[in-house]
C-alpha cells in the first residue's frame, strides 16, 4: 500500500493547534465507496462546527480514532466535492462527483444507501443518529442547483445560503414574530448577507451590526436598510426580533437591556464570535429542522425547486462583491484554517482549497 492519503484535524481543546498525520490509501470494503476529497471551502461556519464539536456532536461526522489519531483531535466538517475513487456499490460509480459534508483529509470512506439520481446517503453506523442533511452526497448530474463554472460558490455558500433561505422563511412562516425591526448580528457575514437579500422588501426594518472595521464593507451590500457599529444607538426601533450569528454575550445583553420588552425573540443563529452563548437566546435556529417542515408541507421536488431559484438570484448577486482565494493541498488547508479562525479573512473574500 502507498502512504498517499492524508488527515487534518485540530486539538478539541485549543483550535489553534493542528496535526497533519499520513495513513495508507484506503480501499473499500462490502457496500462501501472511497471518495477523493477534492476541492472545499472554509469560512467563520466550519469554525462554528469546531467550537460546537462536542456539544452538538460535530465531532462525531469523522472520527479520528479511524484515522490512527486519539480522541484529543477532531476533524472540523467541511463542504465541497469529491470524486469516486473505488466502489463497491452498484449505482454508485468511480469518476462521479458529489457534494457533501467532508473530512479535512485526502479522502473518505462512505457506505452508500438510499441511492437515486439526485445522489446517496452516508449509512455508515456512527452517523445513524446525527442529521439526515448532512449525510447526504448530491450528484452534480442530479442536483437543479448545479453548475460547473459555479462550484466554487457552491463550495463556500450553499450551506450557509441553505441556512439563509430557511431562516428568511421561518421568519415569514411565523409572521416575524410580530417584529417590525430585524437587527442581525455579524451582518458582514455571507449567512446574515443571504437572509437579509432574501428578506428585504417582505416588510421589517433591517437592521445589520458589525464591526467597525466592516461597517462599510456591509453598507455596500445594499441589502439593510441600516448599518450600525456594535454598540450603537438603535434609537426606538419598535418590536424587534434580534437574529444573532455572532454570539457576541455582550451584544445580546446591551440589547435586552436597551430594548427590554420590545424585544420581541431572540434567535440564536451563529457564533463568529466563538463564544457559546446560544443557551441565553430564546431558541437556536437550526436550519434541517425548517427544512424538514418544508419537506413535509411543500415535498421534496418543490422545495429543492424554490432552493434551487433562490440559490440562482442569490449567486447572481453575490457574484458581484465576492472574490476567492484558492489554496492547495494540506498546508493550504491548514493556513486557510489558521486564518478563517482568527478572523483574518476580509469579508469580501472566501477561502476555497484544492486538496
Ligand atoms: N444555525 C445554522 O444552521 C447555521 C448555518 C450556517 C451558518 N451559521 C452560522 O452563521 C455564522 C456566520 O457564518 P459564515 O460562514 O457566513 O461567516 P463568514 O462569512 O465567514 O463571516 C465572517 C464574519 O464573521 C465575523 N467574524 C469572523 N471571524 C471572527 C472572529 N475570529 N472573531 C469575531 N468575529 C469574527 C465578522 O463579522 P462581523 O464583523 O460582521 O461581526 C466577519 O466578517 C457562523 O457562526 C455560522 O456557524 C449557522
Not at 89 to 96: D, F, I, T
Not at 125 to 153: C, I, M, V
Not at 242 to 247: N, Q
Not at 317 to 344: F, N
Request: aromatic letters at 10%; charged letters at 20%.
Amino acid at each position: 500500500m502507498t502512504s498517499s492519503s492524508w488527515t487534518f484535524a485540530v486539538s478539541r481543546d485549543n483550535l489553534e493547534k493542528s496535526i497533519l498525520s499520513d495513513g495508507d490509501t484506503p480501499s473499500p470494503g462490502s457496500g462501501e465507496v472511497v471518495l477523493r476529497v477534492d476541492r472545499v471551502g472554509l469560512t467563520a461556519n466550519n469554525v462554528t462546527y469546531a467550537v460546537l464539536g462536542s456539544s452538538m456532536r460535530y465531532w462525531d461526522f469523522f472520527p479520528p480514532a479511524a484515522r490512527g489519531l486519539g480522541p484529543e483531535w477532531g476533524l472540523p466538517p467541511l463542504w465541497g466535492f469529491a470524486d469516486v475513487v473505488a466502489s463497491r456499490v452498484p449505482g454508485v460509480l468511480e469518476g462521479r462527483r458529489f457534494y457533501g459534508f467532508l473530512p479535512p483529509a485526502s479522502d473518505l470512506i462512505v457506505r452508500a444507501d438510499r441511492i437515486d439520481e439526485t445522489g446517496f446517503h452516508d449509512a455508515s453506523p456512527h452517523r445513524a443518529d446525527l442529521p439526515s442533511p448532512y449525510n447526504s452526497y448530491r450528484l452534480t448530474t442530479g442536483d437543479p442547483a448545479y453548475r460547473h463554472d459555479q462550484e466554487d460558490l457552491m463550495i463556500l455558500l450553499r450551506p450557509l445560503f441553505f441556512t439563509s433561505f430557511m431562516l428568511a422563511d421561518y421568519l415569514v412562516d411565523n409572521a416575524f414574530f410580530g417584529a417590525s425591526t430585524l437587527v442581525v448580528s455579524s451582518a458582514s457575514s455571507k449567512t446574515a448577507y443571504g437572509a437579509a437579500l432574501s428578506l428585504r422588501g417582505s416588510g421589517p426594518r433591517l437592521i445589520g451590526l458589525t464591526s467597525p472595521g466592516n461597517v462599510a464593507f456591509t453598507r455596500s451590500l445594499g441589502c439593510y436598510d441600516e448599518v450600525l457599529p456594535y454598540g450603537a444607538d438603535l434609537g426606538d426601533p419598535g418590536p424587534t426580533a434580534y437574529l444573532d450569528l455572532s454570539g457576541t454575550p455582550a451584544t445580546r445583553a446591551e440589547l435586552r437591556a436597551k430594548l427590554g420588552s420590545s424585544l420581541v425573540r431572540d434567535v440564536a443563529v451563529g457564533l463568529t464570535n466563538q463564544v457559546p452563548d446560544i443557551d441565553a437566546a430564546d431558541e437556536l435556529f437550526f436550519a434541517p429542522v425548517q427544512m424538514g417542515k418544508r419537506r413535509r408541507d411543500w415535498g421534496r421536488d418543490e422545495l429543492d425547486r424554490r432552493f434551487a431559484e433562490a440559490w440562482h438570484r442569490f449567486t447572481g448577486a453575490v457574484g458581484g462583491w465576492l472574490s476567492t482565494e484558492v489554496g492547495h493541498g494540506p498546508d493550504g488547508l491548514r493556513s486557510a484554517w489558521s486564518d478563517v479562525l482568527a478572523g483574518r479573512v476580509r469579508p469580501n473574500v472566501g477561502r476555497i482549497v484544492q486538496l
